[in-house]
């Protein structure tokens, strides 16, 4: 299509797949209830989901947060899940079960964003979620291991640079052993640049 032969005309492209129609139908979510609004947060196209999950916690309507929690806990996509999740969050209606049940999530990007939520919480004072992100500093899944030090980290848990040493002799991969060894040395800035 030799796109990028045309400069300077401040253009922007929408680029369809040449197999596929193009969605056509208009947004008007501050048009739609809320129960609509929970559906499109399945929705194909991630801009629908954001602004659906935006419009919802703009709103406050806590009359979706079972629908919500049914999402994050079985929905059939990672994405509306993620989004439920975050829009449970949002509305100030998350609870210690259900990020609990995201934890131990089959999916590991859901247990890692079940991790990141769980944060708010243990703000928020539910200080049981220090030994949950002590058990996830083992999962299987490098990437929930490193999440669950990052959030212990960030909230503050006590004694976690005991926990992590602990976690770097069992746990196998690299990447968690590293982030466990920075995580109890940060490293040194450097000196030498020159805007140090």
Do not use: C
């Not at 769980?118 to 083992?138: C, I, N």
């Amino acid at each position: 299509y030799r796109l990028d032969k045309v400069v300077g005309l401040g253009r922007i492209w929408r680029i369809t797949y040449d197999g596929q129609e193009r969605d056509k139908k208009q947004a008007h979510m501050y048009d739609e209830k809320s129960a609509t609004l929970v559906t499109y947060l399945n929705h194909p196209n991630g801009w629908w989901q954001d602004m659906a999950q935006q419009v919802l916690v703009l709103r406050k309507d806590k009359s979706v947060v079972p629908a919500l929690i049914q999402m994050a806990l079985k929905g059939s996509t990672i994405n509306g899940r993620i989004h439920a999740l975050w829009t449970l969050e949002g509305l100030g209606a998350l609870t210690a079960p259900t990020v609990q049940s995201l934890v131990a999530d089959a999916n590991p990007r859901m247990r890692i964003q079940a991790l990141k939520a769980s944060e708010t919480l243990y703000k928020a004072g539910d200080k049981s979620f220090a030994a949950t992100y002590q058990k996830s500093m083992l999962d299987a899944d490098s990437e929930v291991a490193m999440q669950a030090i990052f959030s212990a980290k960030f909230v503050k848990v006590p004694e976690l640079a005991e926990h992590v040493k602990a976690i770097m002799v069992k746990h196998p991969s690299g990447g968690v052993k590293l982030v466990g060894e920075q995580t109890i040395t940060p490293p040194k800035p450097r000196q030498n640049g020159p805007f140090n």
